[in-house]
């Protein structure tokens, strides 16, 4: 088979697990079509499917091995390889091959940047394609998702991403400014930064931390109208990075700060850095010092030896703080984590039942909170449009993670309107242009 002959193949892909994941699957894909391949999106007419997996919890697993398996069923079509790349690889499970036949490659996160050479040897042939650095974007051009380091440090004892990922690593300011201002060319508008700790960055390359450099050189870029930051860990949100917040026109007054509890029982057992008292004195200040800026976390229900008294204090805290987003996640047992061997497992009839329990407070405030916006006209960036209705976000509202503003009109993808905000929805909000 030519070289020609392989360059005709139509790829295509399934993208699993986190936004991370994604911006190392939107590298891929600018790759492969950089070489010549063509990139489809319906499996029906793919020769080449490749599946970036997740194995962040068992469920994550569960389904990333569930799509891998739904693929291979094109290989009756016109599929001939089927490529796995992403987390999955990670965890060495060394009956990878015997278990998935129906795999022809398994390819390792640090080998993703050989993407093309190992296609082409899948087809038994010697080519060698330059790595260059770029994406195509699997999100709507106006938004993306900036990775600005890679693994974590913290070793949170119910966590398998330092030994899937790696130690913390950030990518240079230079890197990352120079992405950045590729995709305001390209019309990106909107900047997500994330990694599994946002705050740190910068203090292994720098010897400091530089989170707060980073957005003052990203705020300089003429088209980016928003950054938004993912992921920052509660003890390294510090004065610095308040201010920016406060004082940037173009940071979103939005946190996502991931707490997973907020007792101190269960914090020093998940070996999180946060006390209960050094959270609410946080939470205090950035209530008292941004106004009106929109919270969201995470809560893990279910950790071993969790007491009724420690869901408690997660109930509390939700009511004292009433914040817009919160994720709820039942604890899951990873082999491999240290929270793996610990006494006192929680049943999972216990964990459903707080889930359900934090779940409606959760929604209750969050209902209240959107009884509030009825009325007020805001800012609304289009993300989706058909011919009869348009999905667009408000500052408080991050893609694919929060709800929605839904609006009864067309609107055009990527550009702001003035919303009013009618009525709401379970978690969206209904409004009409202005």
């Known amino acids: 088979m030519t070289k020609e002959d392989i360059l005709a193949k139509k790829v295509g892909f399934i993208s699993l697990g986190c936004d ?31 599946v970036n997996t997740c194995s962040f919890l068992e469920s994550s697993r569960l389904e990333s091995i569930e799509n891998i398996l739904e693929m291979s069923g094109y290989k009756t079509k016109n599929l001939e390889k089927l490529i796995v790349t992403g987390c999955l690889n990670e965890l060495k499970y060394s009956d990878l091959g015997t278990s998935m036949p129906e795999v022809d490659l398994f390819v390792n996160v640090k080998d993703n940047e050989k993407i093309v050479d190992l296609i082409f040897g899948l087809y038994s042939q010697n080519y060698h394609h330059e790595y260059t650095e770029g994406r195509i974007l699997t999100t709507p051009k106006h938004y993306a998702y900036i990775k600005i380091s890679e693994g974590c440090n913290n070793f949170c004892s119910y966590c398998l991403i330092p030994y899937i990922r790696g130690r913390f690593k950030s990518r240079k300011i230079e890197d990352i400014l120079n992405e950045a201002r590729v995709l305001a060319n390209s019309g990106t508008t909107e900047l997500i930064l994330v990694a599994q700790d946002v705050t ?116 509390e805290f939700l009511k004292k703080y009433r914040m817009e987003n919160v994720g709820f996640f039942k604890y899951s047992r990873e082999e491999g984590t240290r929270a793996y061997n610990f006494e006192n497992q929680i049943s999972e009839d216990v964990k459903e039942s707080r889930l359900e329990i934090a779940s409606q407070v959760q929604f209750e405030i969050q209902d209240q909170i959107h009884d509030k916006l009825i009325g007020q006209t805001i800012d609304v960036v289009i993300d989706d449009a058909t011919s009869e209705y348009s999905v667009g976000r408000y500052y408080g509202q991050c893609p694919q993670i929060d709800g929605n503003v839904i609006i009864n009109k067309p609107l055009i993808v990527g550009e702001h309107y003035m919303v009013k905000i009618l009525q709401k929805s379970d978690y969206d909000l209904i409004g009409e242009l202005v």
């Open 200 to 315: 740190k960055y910068g203090e292994d390359l720098y010897g400091k931390i530089s989170l707060v450099e980073l957005i003052q050189k990203l705020s300089e870029i003429e088209n980016i109208k928003w950054i938004r930051l993912l992921y920052c860990y509660p003890e390294l949100i510090d004065d610095n990075l308040i201010n920016e917040i406060k004082n940037n026109d173009k940071v979103v007054k939005y946190l996502d700060i991931p707490l997973q509890h907020v007792s101190d029982n269960i914090l020093r057992a998940m070996n999180r850095k946060s006390t209960y008292e050094k959270i609410c004195k946080l939470f205090d200040k950035l209530k008292s010092e941004i106004s009106g800026i929109a919270l969201r976390t995470t809560f893990i229900l279910g950790f071993p030896d969790e007491t009724d008294n420690d869901f408690d204090m997660i109930i």
């Open 20 to 50: 991370k994941n994604r911006v190392d699957l939107e590298r891929m894909i600018f790759n492969i079509k950089s070489a010549g391949f063509e990139i489809v999106n319906d499996p029906n007419q793919a020769n080449i499917i490749i």
